[in-house]
């Protein structure tokens, strides 16, 4: 099967055909390139939602109830969860989990699990081309899950045309002691399991945060009561996100968001690229290594040795 | 002054000369670079001990009466205190804050905080060659204090020789819900503000997740209670810290250690100076901008685009 077969059976959603692709993107195979540069041009961008928060906050249960939602507005639904494997232990901290099987049977929804690859939480490197490979298939609208630590809250909002964080009563998500830096990417806010004690304050809480700290782009993030068990307020999450996208469209934000976007993963793929193309060429055999040994007894500086592999690497 | 003249001021111990270098360190300037390469070969390493945890956990106060305690023992000490900004804001989220006043008056202590430059938190680029100025200035201990979320807790291991991890009771910081990676990294791990209650059951936690989850090289992480306020147990702290080196020093930790730490400093060093020497060579006068720009509106592939400046790159 030539690649152009291979691009025209993901265009029909061929399901076989997408899930081998998106395996090729995420192992970085020269075949996962290839489609991309077949495909890319041709797509239609999705609108990709960022569904973030704790662990436990029931991110994957409101994802799925999300999708349902969006299928019920004949809109085809890639679903994009990110398992985050320590860097340490090599293991998935979630382990396995019984994904979504109410949409197993739904012809309609491309559902996908990736490794974060020996970083703490995250997204997955590749996770923008994986979108790529489902707007290819027709979806127009992908779900990207992932647990936040820190960092990746950041990341998700990088990949996402809008980014939905998932706060819970109850759970030490109290807005004083979140990660500054995580509330102000949220563009809708979910205060999930609202049917527990403590769901009023936790959204007092956000709206006085929100009144504080208004946004520089003029977007109020609404807040949307869920109750993800039981579907309830997804419909309302649903208008509140379409609600987004309407505002991006009429504003310059949507445009904005895009070129940060692509500048982002286009400065990240240059500099993996240049390395990986540098460590190939001049550190063979061992010479690492060397280098590092240099370095450890002191005999060696950091600062000369990379200067040597640069120049090396530019004359080879 | 020449920067040998510079080097000579730095290892007497000259204050300002310390200080200066620091910032031509930090700044990523020439003169910190030729500095560096002066010194180093010259550098007895120190023990440097990353202090982190969560927010309000008391690591300030406790680096302080490390210090303290390591002065009584004839050591010089550095300190290394990381601020975090956040990404989007560019503020500081902390705030200003008055540090460790008792240590003003003491020649014998140097005193540095970082920004961790538009990063979530985190260490700050160019941290160890901080670290390496302050062994030139004869610090045989550093302490770097941390704010410690989620990613970044991983890269202070990194840099340090030891860590500290700081668990409060009654802070949410239950270790069921502490993120995986995080409890891997501590070598020691400290119950601060001990006196309050809920820290027997904090220790029983972390005990009962030590015993299940043993290290593969073989350490023991003490768990020591202190209360940083009163310096109540930060002779013990110390203590289990020189222990923890003693143990590095006998097994082949210490060395494996350094060895990837090294390692992770050469390559990424290495990824980022490649990086700038091609966007400085290549992508003058708006390239980012049109190239990001085809590649919004599906023009252009962004693997064809990388691959087009990484070409160029090597050709020039």
Not at 198 to 222: H, I
Not at 277 to 305: C, F, P, Q, T, W
Request: charged share 25%; with cysteine; aromatic share 4%.
């Amino acid at each position: 099967m030539s690649y152009e077969e291979w691009a025209a059976k993901i265009v029909t959603g061929d399901r076989r055909a997408i899930a081998r692709a998106i395996s090729a993107v995420e192992n970085g195979e020269a075949a996962g390139v290839a489609l991309l540069k077949l495909l890319f041009p041709k797509v239609s961008p999705a609108y990709v939602i960022g569904v973030t928060g704790s662990p436990g906050a029931g991110k994957s249960t409101l994802a799925e109830k999300l999708a349902i939602e969006y299928r019920r507005h004949d809109c085809r639904v890639g679903i994009v969860a990110v398992d985050p494997t320590s860097p340490f232990s090599g293991g998935a901290i979630l382990g396995d989990r019984i994904r979504m099987q109410s949409l197993s049977g739904d012809e309609g929804v491309f559902i996908r699990s990736m490794a974060t690859r020996g970083r703490l939480g995250g997204l997955a490197p590749g996770a923008h081309d994986v979108v790529t490979i489902l707007e290819a298939a027709g979806c127009q609208v992908v779900l990207v899950e992932t647990v936040g630590v820190g960092q990746d809250e950041v990341e998700v909002a990088r990949l996402a045309d809008a980014t939905a964080l998932l706060l819970v009563p109850g759970m030490g998500d109290d807005v004083q002691t979140f990660k500054a830096g995580v509330m102000e990417i949220a563009d809708v806010f979910v205060i999930n399991k609202a049917d527990r004690p403590g769901a009023d304050r936790v959204q007092q809480e956000v709206s006085a945060m929100l009144s504080l700290v208004p946004r520089k782009d003029a977007w109020s993030p609404p807040i949307v009561r869920t109750v993800a068990t039981t579907a309830e307020g997804v419909a309302r999450l649903r208008e509140a996100l379409d609600g987004f996208r309407a505002f991006g469209d009429q504003s310059a934000l949507r445009v904005k968001r895009q070129q940060e976007k692509w500048r982002a993963r286009l400065l990240e793929m240059l500099r993996q690229t240049l390395f990986e193309k540098a460590v190939a060429e001049r550190l063979r055999d061992g010479a690492i290594d060397r280098y590092v040994e240099a370095v450890r007894n002191h005999r060696r500086d950091l600062h000369s040795v990379v200067e040597e592999i640069v120049e090396g690497s530019t004359r080879g």
